[in-house]
């Protein structure tokens, strides 16, 4: 027999979040507090729904979410129950010695290039940016603007995107905590110049993105590859490296679409991570690079949201939102020393960010128009991804395995034999088309798989593409 349910929340129907979604979180948080626990049950969506005062559709809205993310199960026949695979964040913490221890190819003028998940500038709200911009400089106080400003970016833009952090993803931050950077390449400089010294191990996922991996080296790190399967980053082999008594200075991480694969970390591995970097320092670089085209309910919320994880730097941008030539990014971390260092580093190198863009793309958001287009985008990309999907399955279903992801622009396709990607290469710029070979994502040897963005590319160009790749595989 079930206990007694006792659940209660203040249900906002003013605030920009679903009252599904409000309930979804509201669960999660008990969950983190321990109230609920592995293994609970969960009363029916029909009690529930009583319970809360809300259509019953709301409450399996809500609990969908919670069975997509991982934190519910659903067993046939018997009800939907809290997950029973999650670790218990309270534990204690041990010592090291007592715990468990790319660049993308240009476009050499070939007429087609099949990019690795580049937005569709064409869609760009630019005139709309040209405005905003232009009428900056018809404000009466306009040269206020004209001097030196913050190294870390302007205050009230900060304070914009620390909202949309807070209230969107789900993180705890303030505006002392981010540096807007011209991009997040800049970012991963910035963090790895004032983070690592020569001869830091840093975990990096296998297969991966060098552009950032080239950042780390180049500030004296060395670089430790882990395996990526379904489920994300393999954490067994993290483990193996903690046991290996290597002193790990961090691990960077694409949990929420790992780049180049699209996975996304299972729950049960995100939790065992923050508790891994917990227990042995290291610091967790996030890099959420496309967050906001998500088809499903809703974005899986940031490893950087967990209040129990103490070692984070959390990297995004504004530059696939708007358009490649816009060069806005961001770093947030919780340690506040760190962002000191990046914004000295910062001011060295380049004083201070465009803070007249800054305010042109604050006036986008505070009217709206980026909400529009992130809207709008999402359409258009979820179409684009629908017919890629169908493409695939007419073309190469036979040769290759592929999962249709829940968002982003790129899909990773798996021949079913191995391939020589350097001869398919040469044979598909002989037909005048342009791909990204493995190796430009591989640690050590080349793995045997392709990531192909379609956001950028028309229909006739992609079908094209994919006809000529299915006639060679």
Known sequence: ????????????AKSDKAIYLQISDAIIKDIHSGRLKAGDALPGSRN??????????????????????????????????????????KESKTSNDKAVEVNNPVNKGLPLYIDDGHP?????????????????????ARWQMMGYGNE?????????IVQMLNHQRGMQVNEQHICITRGSQMAMYLTAHCLFTKGDNVIVENPGYKSAWAAFENAGATLLPVNVDKDGLIIEELIAHLKSRKKIKAIYVTPHRQYPTTVTLSLKRRLKLIQLSN???????????????????????????????ENYVYIGTMSKVVAPAL??????????????KVGRLRKIIDVQGDSIMEQAVLQL?????????????????????????????????????????????AFWIIPNTQINWQQISQRMQDKGIKIITPDAYSFDETINGIRLGYGSLSEQELEEGIIALAKLL
Do not use: C
């Open 365 to 409: 958001i505070k009217d709206g128009t980026i909400k529009r287009h992130i809207k709008k985008a999402t359409l258009h990309y979820k179409s684009k991804r629908d017919l890629i999907a169908k493409l695939l399955k007419k073309h190469i279903k036979d040769k290759a395995t592929f999962s249709i992801p829940e968002g982003g622009l």
């Open 48 to 89: 529930l729904a009583q319970l809360l005062k809300v259509n019953r559709n709301t409450i399996v809205e809500a609990l969908n979410v919670l069975l997509i993310e991982g934190w519910l199960i659903s067993k046939e026949r018997k009800g939907t129950f809290v997950a029973d695979t999650l670790p218990d964040f």
């Open 152 to 160: 870390i970016g302007d205050l009230e833009f900060r304070k914009t």
């Open 327 to 340: 060069r806005i990014g961001y770093l947030v971390s919780n340690d506040n020393s760190l962002i000191e």
């Open 120 to 140: 569709n500038s064409k869609i760009a709200p630019i005139t709309e940016l040209a405005r905003a911009y232009r009428q900056i400089f018809n404000q009466k």
């Open 279 to 309: 227990n042995f320092g290291f610091t967790i670089i996030e890099d959420d690079y496309d967050n906001e085209f998500h088809f499903g309910y809703r974005p899986v919320l940031p490893l950087s949201s967990f209040t129990e994880l």
């Open 1 to 12: 027999m079930l206990r007694k349910w006792n659940f209660e929340i203040q249900l906002d």
